[in-house]
């Protein structure tokens, strides 16, 4: 018998809000638009419980709590955290939980290609990458093996980003047992890969083994920007994650976001095999695509990473040539054109992408030399980040910053991964790398 075992998710959160607007007439409490600019933009009111306050564990749970019990049972997690502040503020907070129970641990061991969320945040809380690399430029696939020969008695916690912008995946399971055995938590950005729960193969690192990672619900799942999920699998984050969370979090959490959180688990709920049929037919298009002479990269299920430099052309080029037809990508750099589908993706959508990358085979936007994938920068560090981020700084060409430790991480966005941190000393080849990927400034400390 085909039972959905989601089924009944209520919307606390979603009910409180149509019910109070409902209700109530005279709104004498913030914020100052009073319902004109939306009317379920509330704020802590009677009632709509508070996101950094509310016990999570309580049988008298409020809203909030109510709404993060029922992700929490979608994901399979000890406790989910809603975040209003993206990725972003999980990562913060899942580093500041490590921290806290770091035993004055200070190194954090980190694929290389790291979102600059998380170099920002080892500013914040005076950590010190140790860099394991992977194989290929931008990958964030490092190997259990890597990670196994670089964890040392300065070790606080592993952090790994998989799903990463061309759609790389980490062997999540074999990092986690390879940190379990050093009792070391892993911490996943799996701000790409919220979505993965209900791939035809659940991928999703909770269920991989991961103590704790960050979901941007926004970016695969139906929920606005902003909306993300902080999951706890080991018992001991739990007890704190609220307080750290509100370190850094706005006082002031968007109750549309939350609302669209609340929602978002309904929705899943009610639609369990949406996401897998979505996955199937992103993988017969890949499929069709190779057969019409495209190369791709391995990617996750919900990207079509179009490998440009096997096709003897640019990402440039490609997206360019879609955006004619009104198709925007997620992504396009000299070596790849990173399509990018969602919960709210239709069939047309995916009938539109063959329809033109079929009529416009690849062969007819051929440049010469198409350039190779960069080599990695392998700066040692000269001083820690935080010192660094908190010297005096200047802005040089980035030739002149040979010699000098960066202050600033120079990070193209999208995709926001930082190929130089503060910290870093500036070597020659550093240099010229850094200006072959199109860096002509450096802000350097003086
Ligand atoms: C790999 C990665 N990690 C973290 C983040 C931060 O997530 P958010 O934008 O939800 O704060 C991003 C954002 O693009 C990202 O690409």
Not at 251 to 257: A, E
Not at 352 to 367: E, G, R, Y
Request: net charge neutral.
């Amino acid at each position: 018998m085909d039972t959905n075992k989601f089924a009944g998710i209520a919307t606390p959160i979603h009910d409180f809000l149509e019910k109070t607007t409902k209700k109530c007439f005279v709104r004498c409490y913030m914020p100052g638009h009073k319902g004109s600019e939306n009317p379920f933009d509330i704020t802590e009111i009677e009632g709509a419980d508070s996101l950094y306050d509310t016990d999570f564990f309580s049988k008298n749970a409020g809203i909030i709590a109510k709404s993060e019990q029922n992700a929490s049972k979608l994901f399979g997690s000890e406790q989910t955290l809603y975040s209003c502040g993206g990725g972003t503020l999980a990562i913060q907070t899942m580093l500041a939980l490590a921290k806290e129970k770091g035993g004055g641990r200070d190194h954090v061991l980190a694929a290389r290609y790291s979102h600059r969320s998380f170099i920002n945040t080892c500013v914040l809380l005076g950590l010190t990458p140790t860099w394991v690399y992977p194989q290929e430029y931008m990958s964030a696939a490092v190997t259990a093996q890597d990670i196994a020969a670089k964890l040392n008695s300065r070790t606080l916690a592993v952090f790994v980003n998989s799903i990463d912008c061309y759609g790389g995946m980490s062997d999540i399971a074999a990092i986690a047992e390879v940190c379990h055995a050093a009792d070391m938590p892993l911490i996943v950005d799996n701000t790409h890969g919220a979505y993965l729960k209900f791939a035809p193969v659940d991928l999703h690192p909770i269920t991989l083994g991961a103590d704790m990672c960050a979901d941007s619900a926004h970016k695969t799942l139906p929920v606005l920007t902003g909306g993300a999920y902080l999951h706890i699998a080991n018992k001991k984050y739990c007890k704190s994650a609220k307080q750290l969370e509100s370190l850094f979090g706005s006082s002031s959490p968007s109750y549309l976001i939350l609302d669209s959180l609340d929602r978002c688990n309904a929705e899943i709920a009610n639609h369990p095999k949406k996401i897998g049929e979505l996955c199937r037919k992103i993988s017969s298009l890949k499929a069709k695509l190779c057969d019409a002479g495209y190369a791709l990269s391995t990617s996750d299920y919900l990207r079509i990473t179009l490998n440009c430099t096997a096709m003897n052309t640019t990402g440039y080029v490609l997206s360019a040539m879609l955006r004619e037809f009104a198709i925007e990508c997620e992504y396009a750099d000299k070596y790849r054109c990173v399509l990018l589908f969602g919960y709210g993706t239709t069939d047309i959508d995916l009938d539109t992408v063959w329809q033109v990358l079929s009529a416009n085979p690849p062969m007819s936007f051929a440049v010469q030399n198409p350039p190779a994938m960069p080599k990695h920068i392998k700066p040692q560090w000269g001083c820690v980040p935080t010192k660094a981020y908190f010297s005096e700084f200047t802005t040089v060409p980035v030739m002149k910053a040979v010699g000098k430790i960066c202050a600033r991480s120079a990070s193209p966005c999208p995709p926001g991964i930082p190929l130089v941190m503060p910290g870093e000393k500036i070597t020659v080849d550093c240099a010229r790398a850094l200006k072959d990927m199109g860096i002509n400034e450096l802000s350097v400390v003086i």
